[in-house]
């Protein structure tokens, strides 16, 4: 936006004495959109300038997909954050888990690294590995499945 | 020489400021990129942008040779290189120095200086600066004497570590053997250098910066900042002036950084950080940040100095325009950090699209954030989306329009710690002001226990 905070405040200041209680303004340069509320004032922007969005209803933040099974007895592992996937503990070390080995609930088979922390990932279930389906440093989503495990009852 | 194009090599709010004081100042703006940034708020308000990698910071804001390819590429007269990434990097210093690009900043010397933490130490020994007692040393014999003749606890540091990493505490005397081998062949491993330096332990204190500014042959301070409310080594809180600091401690320990600035003919805004023990009356040196910092907004409020239009001042080989004299620090200002990320859930972080972004805005308001409805929060770098910042003539109203100004944030779409921040205004200790270091992990521990 080309308006600078000192802008906005110029403005605030005529719009303070002003029976409006909104103001949605739009230039070639710029929209500003100022609201006043029972505390103050409020500015709300939206990418593109584009009209605000409708609903106020709270939404799922950063939704994550249920545990799925592709076929019965087999569990498909989602990372619990979007990130980068490691294997190992460290470069160099020994991955976590490999196929074939037996995994509890409480196994760390894997870091996710977001926003510069790493963050273990769980099996979640008891089993054993059939299929690693990330690579090592390799981006991953929350709805894209990263292992699949069979599960012990199966 | 005048900037008349600047190539911006970062990304987020940091960015969004550097545009906004290059607009009012005439100077064209070219935003170095990684794709993931392509869309961001800053790309749009730049005059141009240029992609100079893939989403991981090793390929793009980290590589010293494609940013200044960029700046190259674009013919731009400067890189403005904000914080963290490559703002405190000799090699990018020197690469654009090489390449006719000028960087705005700290000279390649200043910055391996005060980038080496024992070389920063003996740069502000020799300036007169009181530092925490310590000593470089590889020897269990000489830590051990100097644990008996400081006391323990005692901290190993390791030389070649950075960023709160490769430090190991020391209870007693007896431990020094083993655990000295010890931290040598983490520090070896880790960093590539087995050298250690031993340190008294100062169990609390508060955390206290002087905001510096020097053209290469003077300095001066724009007063302090308080960044006692922090976890892990992160900021959380920040304000100025530091509030119930001694006058003569406080008159002290900014007269030294600027001195300190000074002696070694810094070049660029900066920061020098202090421990200080109020009970004992000391402050000790811990390092000076050669570049612009995030909480620099606190500073600016409270003096009405733009400090990137001086950074660019100093860059373009102008002396400093003040005297000492000239600096008033007026009032109280307050900056909180909103994060992407869950308090409620072990500070998880939160990175996602947001679905609405409404702050607060008025008189002594000030809200520097790249977040808009739709603005993507990528998973690849930190999580700081806003920074809250208020202005007011004393601490009590400051806190009062701080909490004001956060109750009207609704930021949806991702989680942040906005609540947080309530809770921690309306705690005693924080409305009485002056907490030390470890007061949030205190305030966390109880309220992880309720």
Known sequence: ?154 | MTIRRLLIANRGEIACRIIRTCRRLGIETVLAVSEADTASRAAREADATVVIGPAASAESYLNVGKVVAAAQSVEADAIHPGYGFLSENAALAEAADAAGVIFIGATAEQLRGLGDKLSARQLALDAGLPVVPGKASDDPDDVMAFAESEGTPILLKAVAGGGGKGIYRIDSPAEVGPQLSMAQAEAKAAFGDGSVYVEKFIESGRHIEVQVLGDGKRAIHLGERDCSVQRRYQKLIEEAPAPGLDATLRDELRAAAATFAETIGYRGAGTVEYLVDEQAGEFYFLEMNARIQVEHPVTEMLTGIDLVEQQIAVAEGRPLVFSQDDIRLNGHAIECRLNAESPDKGFMPSPGTIRRARFPAGAGIRVDSFAQAGAVIPPNYDSLVAKLIVHAPNREDAVVAMRSALARCRIEGIATNVALHLELLDDPSFATGGVDTRFLDRFLARREAA
Do not use: H
Request: glycine residues 8%.
């Open chain 1, 1 to 154: 936006m080309n308006l600078t905070n000192d802008d906005v405040v110029e403005i605030l200041k005529l719009l303070d004495e002003s029976p409006y209680d909104e103001l949605d303004l739009t230039t070639s340069r710029f929209r500003l959109r100022l609201s006043r509320g029972e505390d103050g004032w409020t500015e709300e922007s939206v990418i593109g300038d584009a009209d605000l969005p409708q609903s106020d209803a709270a939404q799922p933040v950063g939704a994550t997909a249920d545990a799925k099974q592709s076929e019965p007895g087999l569990y498909d592992l989602y990372p619990p954050l979007p990130g980068t996937f490691y294997r190992a503990p460290k470069p160099g070390a020994d991955p976590f888990v490999e196929v074939g080995d037996a995994v509890s609930e409480d196994s760390t088979v894997g870091i996710v690294e977001t926003m510069k922390l790493m963050n273990s990932v769980p099996a979640g279930v008891n089993g054993t590995v059939v299929a690693i389906l990330a690579e090592n440093g390799s981006m991953v989503e929350t709805g894209q499945p990263i292992m699949q495990i069979r599960l012990d009852d199966a």
